[in-house]
Nanobody
Framework: QVQLVESGGGLVQAGGSLRLSCAAS????????MGWFRQAAGKEREFVVA????????YYADSVKSRFTISRDNAKNTVYLQMNSLKPEDTAVYYC???????????????????????WGQGTQVTVSS
């Protein structure tokens, strides 16, 4: 089992920045692709960004490219999401996710399946005011 706990959400004005963290516990962190997803009120959950277990490969949704940056520190079992130039449309609950059975490039498929070895955090609210 892997437990994921997100932190760092909050209220920020448009154009501002936030840094989300996701701390993993319960099992070795290496070998897991990690990602961030988000769900706005009344909308479906969507893929935001993913990072390979080595940290060498990252994949971004077009809507956040050049504004968001994912990174990970395997020594601390933590993945980060630096969000800059935030927009009101970035308002959502942000979820951390982990899987050893799919690559970072394919992490979007987690949205369409329910597997015991896919892990999700409880989410952290990000609100961007205009």
């Amino acid at each position: 089992q892997v437990q994921l706990v997100e932190s760092g959400g909050g209220l920020v004005q448009a154009g501002g920045s936030l840094r989300l963290s996701c701390a993993a516990s319960g099992r070795t962190f290496s070998g897991y692709a990690m990602g961030w997803f988000r769900q706005a009120a009344g909308k479906e959950r969507e893929f935001v960004v993913a990072i390979s277990w080595s940290g060498g490969s990252t994949y971004y949704a077009d809507s956040v490219k050049s504004r968001f940056t994912i990174s990970r520190d395997n020594a601390k079992n933590t993945v980060y999401l630096q969000m800059n130039s935030l927009k009101p449309e970035d308002t959502a609950v942000y979820y951390c996710a982990a899987s050893r059975t799919i690559t970072a490039q394919a992490m979007g498929v987690m949205l369409g399946r329910d597997k015991d070895d896919d892990y999700w955090g409880q989410g952290t609210q990000v609100t961007v005011s205009s």
